[in-house]
DNA sequence: TATTCGTTCAT
DNA sequence: TGAACGAAT
């Protein structure tokens, strides 16, 4: 009887899963094991959000495998000793885990590798699990460069290469009865919630991608940018904790055909341009990807602007409301989160970490390849090639909420204002501004640039 | 084969 | 403005 342990990590899902898929074809039996790492907790990056949506996928993923005659097994401490552990219960002779990018994901390789090998037990690292192209199969053809800093070259070259066929789920998974599990946490359990959490677990994922293809990817171009609309697919948490396939994703999106089609896969090669880049420079989730040379402002020397920014109470309606999202969703739509690092990097001058960190802390796809980036993109300290553009948030509220929908719906104090008024409230009668108990602009427009191009030395 | 240069393009 | 590419050298 062969045993193989697959290490689900942010791969929460049974349809198109590489590491199962090939465990599978090997080994009689399977451990489907996931482990709740200490580490995470202890770093900080286990955000409430997250993990009450990793106990919807956990608990689904469980169930996934009941219904196919297995089950899944949860261990807590440390990934790598409760591997070993789990392949010396077991007798396991392999371990299959998706390949990661992030310092972590990478150091948990490498653990893994070691351990493992000391033990006699093959490790196999699957790679496009967690991105439909893995990092570094696709590079610049001049030499020595090992990632793309440049997106449209890279989507031109990611839209070439080959990407296997999904595979389906399987129909029976046949798991040892030794090893113990501990109880799927519930999400019941979590503190700190936001109220409108989206609910986790592939199940929904998969009806989520399916309503949305119907109804939503046929206008996704034209629609994605209109904040009130909110017609974007909403599947980055799926993407997040894999209980989607990119692979999938792209295929079904490629099928659909389509200019709404097309900008989608666009879309998800984004995400997959922030990986690779990550994947090259692990330093870039912490440091400059390319240095300004910036003096930014700090968690002690702009307490209160920061405190103000992470409120939604800056006096900019639109950045408000995106800022209001997120604390009431743990999500934010993209519009709103370009917008509203902007005007934290670029208007308040502070330091794109204090930024990263609060949408770390409550976003439920708070990814670090795409979080950071992003937010490096922003500061321009990252991959855009005119770092010193600023987002006026009073002409960006014309273009992507001109009736001011967008703004009513989550900055209740400014609900009685019609229209796209509601972006420019100290321009409002007396009487008027006195009705809504709303603050005052943090900082003018023309100061905050002042301040940003004179600390960039721009004239 | 390696370097330079013109062109294109950019969340 | 700078990255990427491909053509020219």
């Not at 106990?55 to 807590?76: H, K, Y």
């Not at 994901?105 to 590798?113: D, G, V």
């Not at 295929?251 to 055909?257: D, G, L, N, V, Y």
């Not at 690779?276 to 002690?300: C, F, G, K, M, N």
Request: with cysteine; charged share 25%.
């Amino acid at each position: 009887m062969t045993v193989s342990v697959v290490l689900f990590t942010s791969d929460l899902r049974l349809h198109d899963h590489p590491p199962l898929h090939a465990a599978l074809a090997a080994a009689d039996e399977v451990v489907p094991l996931f482990v709740l790492d200490d580490a995470i907790e202890d770093a900080g990056f286990g955000a409430p959000n997250r993990r009450a949506f990793l106990a919807d996928c956990l608990r689904d993923l469980d169930a996934g495998l009941r219904d196919r005659g297995g089950r899944l097994v949860i261990r807590s401490g440390d990934v790598a000793e409760e591997v070993c552990r789990i392949v010396s219960e077991t007798g396991a002779g392999d371990v299959h885990v998706a390949a990661g990018v992030s310092g972590y994901a990478q150091r948990r390789e490498e653990r893994l590798r070691e351990e493992l090998g000391s033990q006699g037990c093959r490790l196999h690292v699957h790679d496009a699990v967690i991105t439909a192209v893995a990092p570094g199969t696709v590079t610049p053809s001049g030499a020595g460069r090992d990632h793309f800093a440049v997106f449209t070259p890279y989507f031109r070259r990611w839209s070439d290469a080959p990407q296997r066929t999904p595979f389906d789920a399987p129909r029976t998974v046949r798991v040892p009865a030794g090893p113990r599990s501990a109880a799927p946490p519930a999400r019941a359990g979590v503190a700190g919630v936001s109220a409108g959490l989206a609910q986790g677990g592939e199940a929904e994922g998969r009806r989520s991608f399916t309503a949305w293809r119907r109804h939503g990817l046929g206008q996704y171009e034209e629609r994605h940018d209109d904040l009130a609309g909110d017609a974007t697919s909403r599947l980055s948490p799926h993407l997040h904790f894999g209980t989607l396939s990119p692979t999938e994703l792209v295929h079904r999106a490629r099928t659909a055909a389509g200019p709404g089609a097309e900008a989608f896969v666009r879309q998800l090669c984004w995400r997959e341009f922030h990986h690779q880049v990550l994947a090259a420079r692990p330093s870039a989730s912490r440091t400059d990807y390319r240095s300004q040379h910036d003096r930014w402002r700090t968690e002690q020397s702009a307490a209160d602007d920061i405190a103000a920014w992470r409120e939604g109470r800056t006096g900019y309606p639109l950045v408000d409301a995106a800022m209001r999202q997120l604390l009431h969703e743990g999500w934010m739509h993209n519009r709103g989160r370009l917008l509203a690092s902007s005007f934290l990097v670029k208007t308040l001058y502070v330091d794109w970490r204090v930024g990263a960190r609060h949408f770390l802390d409550l976003l439920v796809d708070g990814d670090i390849a795409n979080n950071q980036l992003n937010w490096q993109w922003m500061a321009g300290t990252g991959t855009d090639s005119r770092p010193n553009r600023v987002l006026n948030p009073v002409l960006q509220a014309r273009r992507y909420d001109p009736d001011g929908t967008y703004v009513r719906r989550w900055v209740p104090e400014l609900a009685g204002v019609d229209g796209g008024a509601v972006h420019e409230p100290w321009k409002l009668g007396a009487e008027e501004r006195a009705r809504c108990d709303y603050p005052e602009p943090l900082v003018g427009l023309a100061e905050g640039l002042a301040r940003f191009r004179d600390a960039r030395g721009l004239d």
